[in-house]
């Protein structure tokens, strides 16, 4: 290589040397500075692949932050599955007697339109059947109910299997008669009139009501009856509570024959299907 070509190079990298010098320092980026320490302390900083690219790495806080997460993750899952596997199943309609129109939540329905009836009743729903029409529903598992003709009723909720095991009806007219089952075993049903409050658990039951009384008839089992917040007593088996809407003093009776004879029929038509011997 001739002198003057090498003296040439010499002096352009001279004047570069010059210009970069002249640029002044380069600041360090915050961030990027806090990842190296981090790096630095985890051991990352040490590790590269084969091709000499640096293994890129979460932070070391970051990992700690998801350790955390992932049994709040995991509880997280498991109360959604609690919350949605709890309810029992809703009614279904176990017979179907008469002619005439059936009401749910306003909706009308023919009492021939069994299917359509079937997919329209839901927990809580509001029923008014007509005069001729007799229903009789299951909650598989949980009760068997029959709502004599002329009855206006709001459906009880789903009861749960672990938790939410009360559940509530409304009868401001007409009769239910109810049979309760084995997976309600530790719950309730609390059915409510205009005069009173029944407190139903494991047993057969009805509660009539009229313009005039509200009478509960208990068969078997355990049940309670309150007035305005009063319990009236022990109710033994084979006899009934009778409260009056005009407010006088409540009577406790015998069951008259025939309607044991009813509910006993209810019973035995149905008893099997709540997996009752």
Request: overall charge negative; proline content about 7%.
């Amino acid at each position: 290589m001739s002198d003057q070509r090498h003296n040439q190079w010499d002096e352009q990298q001279r004047r570069a040397q010059e210009a970069v010098g002249s640029l002044g320092p380069v600041p360090a980026d915050p961030e990027f500075r806090a990842s190296l320490r981090e790096r630095f302390i985890d051991g990352s900083l040490a590790d590269g692949h084969s091709d000499g690219a640096a293994v890129v790495r979460p932070p070391a806080g970051l990992w700690r932050r998801s350790l955390v997460w992932i049994p709040v993750a995991a509880a997280a899952v498991l109360a959604f599955a609690l919350v949605g596997l709890n309810p029992l199943p809703g009614p279904q309609i176990l017979g179907l007697e008469g002619a005439g129109r059936v009401l749910v939540d306003g909706r009308e329905f023919s009492a021939a339109d069994r299917a359509g009836l079937d997919q329209a009743l839901r927990a809580g729903s509001r029923v008014e059947l007509g005069p001729e029409v007799t229903l009789d529903l299951i909650y598989p598992g949980s009760m068997a109910m029959r709502l004599e003709a002329g009855t206006e009723m709001t459906l009880p909720g789903r009861p749960g299997r672990w938790f939410h095991r009360s559940v509530e009806a409304d009868l401001p007219l007409g009769e239910l008669s109810l049979r309760t089952g084995p997976r309600l075993k530790g719950g309730q049903v609390l059915v409510s009139t205009p005069e009173g409050l029944t407190t139903v658990r494991g047993t057969l039951i009805s509660v009539f009501r009229n313009p005039d009384v509200t009478c509960v008839c208990l068969f078997e089992g355990s049940a309670s009856v309150a007035v305005g917040g009063q319990d009236l007593g022990r109710l033994d088996p084979q006899k009934r509570w009778v409260m009056f809407s005009d407010g006088s003093e409540p009577a406790l009776m015998a069951i008259e024959p025939g309607h044991r004879d009813h509910m006993l029929s209810f019973d035995e038509k149905w008893r099997h299907e709540l997996g009752l011997e």
